[in-house]
Structure formats: structure tokens, C-alpha cells
């Protein structure tokens, strides 16, 4: 997703770095992830289902095979079986005072190249969205850059308006740090 | 706020949806308010301090006395004391794949009119700066609309840069509930 939107070099996750911050805390209250796993037969359930959360299974039939050049390195095993992570969808919650409710920011939306164009990416947000107005909340928010047509157009036709006037603000880097010692 | 982002129409909270949703997590984990008290004596210390965070406190001393004719519906008693609530940030933890990192999304930051111009509001903006570099945090973020300019100025001297390309995309109201029976 950083090459696609131009930002690799902005790209500084490790696996260090992403195990030591996610899947600590139960679904929806913290950093969650839904991962979008392909198999050809069933996928069997899991060993310690989450109370909180039964997993989304849904059919789909393809025209042609879908030719996954990467398929063994984005695989996980059920016992023998193989399936394949397509994409996934982090999201967490965030509070808005002008609704008084919670809502959920999604900070990634990401499906591989080869399942593109296949309903996975609605698949995926419309996920989050469900679980949103399961628990009440008032939003699902995300951000998009303004020369992503496609995108945006995918994202009106799931319902959402992209809002013109406000601007992301950043305090990172150097700039961060000086406050380290900051006289506040 | 919502009265100046000439966003009134907006707004829908009441006393019982902000009370059900803040102020049940510990500090920093899930949305949390900094609040912006103000006292002409010393405020006596907590009686049941919170571990995670040492309230910061500062002396100003003003020219002129601030008349602030809502100073009672603001106002807490710490024994006899009066305090007077001057103002507040609310923020929560965001997440960036990124950086591999956490960071903190600041929703609102707010001093009352009386109270403006006197160096409150870098003081709480400045704490959730802090406590993100104490936390080893990479980013604070906030947005902004694009023809507040003096809030941009504002935000700029602090060291914050305002992203161009972003845009917020908003999943709301109906557009929202209709997912509650999606099949996705």
C-alpha cells in the first residue's frame, strides 16, 4: 500500500514493531484486524472462537483461477489445510463529542493485487461498518488522497462523503520529540 | 466549539451519551481528557492519584482579572476550594502500519473565550505531545478546518505540519444503518 500511494519511504513498520503494539487487547476496544482468508474447500472453525465476534464466511465463484504468484508466503495453516491471507482491514475506535458516541477509524483497507476487483475490499469495510452499528456507534471514518479518483468512487458507491474542508494536522518526527522536555 | 466551526447542527451530544462513553478506561489506553482547571491558590493534591499520569501545573499571571461570567456552572470544589474548569483536550490512541507505531489522535481541544489567547491551549496540546514521546509514541494528529487560519498558525508555530492531500471520508446516519443487515 506505501508504493501504491507513493509514501515508501515514509514506511518504517518492522515485525517487531507491529507485534509489539497489536493483537494485545480484545476485538473493537483497541487496534483490531480483520484478515480476509481464501481457501478452495471450507474453512474449519476456529479452536477459541471469540466471544465478541463469529467470523464473516462467504462463496465466491471466479471466472478464472486467480494466479497468485506469492501464495506460500501469505499462507497459514489450518491443520492441513492451506488458506491464503488476501488482504485485511485495521481499525479502532475514536470518540466524536459532536455525536457524543464512539465510532471506528480505519487506517488500512489492503487487498493483495491478485484479488483485486473481486468484492474483498467492500467485502472488508462493510465488515466494519456491521460491527459499527452492532455496538451502536455513530461513524466509520477513514482518510484518502484527494488524487485517488478511484478510490473515492469506490468508497461514495459503500455510502460515504468525503469531507472537503478539513485537513490532517501532524506533530511527528523532531518536531515530537521537542516536547520531550518541554516546559508545558 | 461547534457554535465557532459554524457546525451546531451537528452536534447531538447530551450529558448521558458523553457520561456512558468516557471516563470507564484507564488514562491513555482509550479516550482521555486532559482538563484544564484553574485556581488563584495552589490546587490541593488528588486523593486517589492516578499512577499513569502526574497532573502538570503552572503558574500565569494575568495583567488584568478575567471576568468570566460562567464561572459557577464551570466551576468543581476541591474541599472549599473553587476550581474553575478553564478548558479541555480530548484525545485517544491512534495507529499507524506506517510506523509500526501507536500515536494519539487529539478530537478536541478547547478554552473557554474568556480564557483564550493566555497560552492555555498550547499548555494541553503540549501535554498530549509529552505524554505521546513519554509513551514512545510516533504521531499526534488532529484536523482542521482549511479557512481556520488562525488556528493553522497557531498549530504551525507548535510544529505541526497540515497534510494537502488528505481527505476525510465519512460513513454516517442512514448511510451507516445500512449496514446493520448487509450481507457481506
Redesign the interface.
Known amino acids: 500500500?506505501?508504493v501504491f500511494e507513493r509514501?515508501a519511504h515514509?514506511?518504517?513498520?518492522?515485525e517487531s514493531?507491529?507485534s509489539s503494539?497489536?493483537f494485545l487487547s480484545p476485538p473493537f476496544?483497541?487496534?483490531t484486524i480483520f484478515l480476509l482468508e481464501l481457501s478452495s474447500s471450507p474453512i474449519p472453525p476456529l479452536l477459541s472462537p471469540s466471544p465478541s465476534f463469529t467470523p464473516?464466511e462467504?462463496t465466491f465463484n471466479f471466472d478464472i483461477p486467480v494466479n497468485d504468484p506469492e501464495k506460500d508466503a501469505f499462507s497459514i495453516y489450518y491443520g492441513d489445510q492451506q488458506v491464503i491471507i488476501g488482504g485485511f482491514v485495521?481499525f479502532?475506535?475514536?470518540?466524536?463529542?459532536?455525536?457524543?458516541?464512539?465510532?471506528f477509524?480505519v487506517?488500512?483497507l489492503f487487498v493483495r493485487e491478485c484479488y483485486r476487483r473481486k468484492g474483498f475490499g467492500k467485502?472488508l469495510l462493510?465488515?466494519v461498518?456491521?460491527q459499527?452499528?452492532?455496538m451502536g456507534y455513530?461513524?466509520?471514518?477513514?482518510?484518502?488522497?484527494?488524487?485517488n479518483v478511484n478510490a473515492?468512487t469506490f468508497?461514495e458507491q459503500?455510502?460515504?462523503?468525503?469531507?472537503?474542508?478539513?485537513?490532517?494536522?501532524?506533530?511527528?518526527g523532531d518536531?515530537?520529540?521537542?516536547?520531550?522536555n518541554?516546559n508545558?
Not at 138 to 147: C, F, P, S
Not at 175 to 180: K, S
Open positions: 500500500m506505501a509514501l515514509l514506511c518504517s513498520a518492522t514493531s507491529l503494539n497489536l476496544h483497541s487496534f464473516i462467504k485495521l479502532f475506535p475514536n470518540y466524536s463529542t459532536f455525536l457524543g458516541k464512539p465510532g477509524y487506517e488500512d467485502m462493510s465488515a461498518a456491521k459499527a452499528v452492532k455513530g461513524r466509520v471514518e477513514w482518510v484518502v488522497l484527494d488524487w473515492i468508497y459503500m455510502g460515504a462523503k468525503v469531507l472537503p474542508e478539513w485537513r490532517i494536522c501532524r506533530l511527528t518536531a515530537l520529540q521537542a516536547y520531550q518541554a508545558v
